[in-house]
């Protein structure tokens, strides 16, 4: 089955320590991304990967760090610089990437609950 | 920075009725619209893509308003299982903002 596999589901993590948050598609996309989700909030975008070996900041990349070594895989490292990491991280993948023109959805994996305490 | 914007509802509406939600962008440089669902605790799902000329999947019907800049959803006969938050989804192409920018979404509840 074709799909976009994150884990754990759930993680908690002390404060000050650094915690690797996976994500990997199979579905032969190039573009991938990290969103964040709080409570009644939209998502917001942390980075995006439109090729292997490249990435680019999103609007809140800061304590947030990525790679992008293989297609199908796509690392999210939430620093102990990130003042507030608790949330809700979702990946997502599509076909291109957004320097693409034309309708190019977004698909998701379930998400990563991350607390910090 | 308010670029797309949506009533967060909830919208509470008995079995069988018919609701319309809207969103409004604030970019007219936007390329292309969506609607994704999202039910509670759980990751957004594509629901439909919005086409210049309007769509309709079964029950559901997207339209665009470029001119006033506007996407609307309507669903018709609805079921419980429509209960969700529903995300309007606008793409701007070029830099960091070409990525899909989301609403923070309508919550419907479909009651018995």
């Known amino acids: 089955d074709g799909g976009i596999t994150q884990s754990p589901k759930y993680l908690f993590r002390k404060e000050g320590q650094n915690v690797t948050l996976s994500c990997e598609q199979n579905?032969?996309?190039?573009?991938m991304y990290w969103y964040r989700q709080d409570p009644g909030q939209g998502l917001r975008l942390i980075y995006y990967s439109q090729i292997v070996n490249d990435f680019q900041k999103g609007d809140i990349a800061e304590g947030y760090s990525v790679s992008r070594e293989k297609k199908e895989s796509f690392p999210l490292t939430v620093t102990s610089a990130q003042k507030n990491p608790t949330a809700f991280y979702l990946c997502?993948?599509?076909?291109?990437?957004?320097?693409?023109?034309?309708?190019?959805?977004?698909?998701f994996g379930p998400g990563t609950r991350l607390t910090v305490t | 920075r308010k670029e797309v914007e949506q009533d967060p509802g909830p919208f509470n509406v008995p079995e069988g009725a018919t609701v319309a939600f809207n969103c409004t962008y604030s970019?007219?440089?936007?390329?292309?619209f969506f609607w994704y669902r999202q039910d509670c605790r759980k990751e957004p799902k594509l629901l439909m893509s919005v086409y210049s000329s309007g769509n309709e999947d079964g029950r559901f019907t997207a339209q665009l308003n470029r001119a006033s800049q506007y996407i609307s959803l309507l669903i018709r006969d609805s079921k419980l299982s429509d209960s969700a938050t529903y995300l309007c989804?606008?793409?701007?192409?070029?830099?960091?903002?070409?990525?899909?920018?989301f609403g923070k979404g309508t919550k419907l509840s479909v009651k018995p």
């Open positions: 970019n007219s440089a936007s390329q292309s």
């Open positions: 997502a993948s599509s076909i291109f990437g957004p320097a693409t023109t034309g309708y190019n959805e977004q698909y």
């Open positions: 579905l032969n996309h190039d573009a």
């Open positions: 989804v606008v793409t701007f192409y070029g830099g960091s903002q070409g990525n899909l920018i």
